[in-house]
T-cell receptor
Framework: GNSVTQMEGPVTLSEEAFLTINCTYT??????LFWYVQYPGEGLQLLLK?????DKGSNKGFEATYRKETTSFHLEKGSVQVSDSAVYFC????????????FGQGTRLTINP | KAGVTQTPRYLIKTRGQQVTLSCSPI?????VSWYQQTPGQGLQFLFE???????NKGNFPGRFSGRQFSNSRSEMNVSTLELGDSALYLC?????????????FGPGTRLTVL
């Protein structure tokens, strides 16, 4: 079936470190891919998205490239800040016209000063 | 433009009771989806409404129901609450079809069942 697998957390880094959170997916057709972020006590915020192969989504220093050949959408940031501490969710939609998002299990990121 | 709003933000109920949660989408958005978030199961899709019609439903028992009004506002109802229904319930809206449009989420309603 359609699914998303994320790198298991929690992930702890020091400020200014390089971040990678891996995400791979299984889907029929050509899904759209998303990264959402959830800060403590809040809902989900869209971080970035890509709707077709080789598209790169970017926002607030985060980037992810839609790689169809490896069915991946890894999230990267060159220099993380304490304020980036949150839970990150990879998600897909648009497979076979399904009207919903399918999420990965989430990766908790903690940045230490 | 105002975001997705959900009321109430917190609820405490006891087993056997029922509960109604409300969601107001972003102005101009016609699709509203509901998700349940729990530590064990993660984020799971409940249902999606578009122009007052349920178009898609997740794998939840019939105790979970919803509706959408002509102004696109949506409510979900859970009857005969169980302890396992304790969760964060998230509403998301999109302009047209969630399969291609971005979904924007509200802050959620945290339901605790005692």
């Amino acid at each position: 079936g359609n699914s998303v697998t994320q790198m298991e957390g929690p992930v702890t880094l020091s400020e200014e470190a390089f971040l990678t959170i891996n995400c791979t997916y299984t889907a029929t057709g050509y899904p759209s891919l998303f990264w959402y972020v959830q800060y403590p006590g809040e809902g989900l915020q869209l971080l970035l998205k890509a709707t077709k192969a080789d598209d790169k989504g970017s926002n607030k220093g985060f980037e992810a490239t839609y790689r169809k050949e490896t069915t991946s959408f890894h999230l990267e940031k060159g220099s993380v800040q304490v304020s980036d501490s949150a839970v990150y969710f990879c998600a897909l939609s648009g497979f076979q016209g399904a009207q919903k998002l399918v999420f990965g299990q989430g990766t908790r990121l903690t940045i230490n000063p | 433009k105002a975001g997705v709003t959900q009321t109430p933000r917190y609820l405490i109920k006891t087993r056997g009771q029922q509960v109604t949660l409300s969601c107001s989408p972003i102005s101009g958005h016609r699709s509203v989806s509901w998700y349940q978030q729990t530590p064990g199961q993660g984020l799971q899709f409940l249902f999606e409404y578009f122009s007052e019609t349920q178009r898609n439903k997740g794998n939840f028992p019939g105790r979970f129901s919803g509706r959408q009004f002509s102004n696109s506002r949506s409510e979900m109802n859970v009857s005969t609450l169980e302890l396992g229904d304790s969760a964060l319930y998230l509403c998301a809206s999109s302009r047209e079809t969630p399969s291609r449009d971005t979904q924007y989420f509200g802050p959620g309603t945290r339901l605790t069942v005692l």
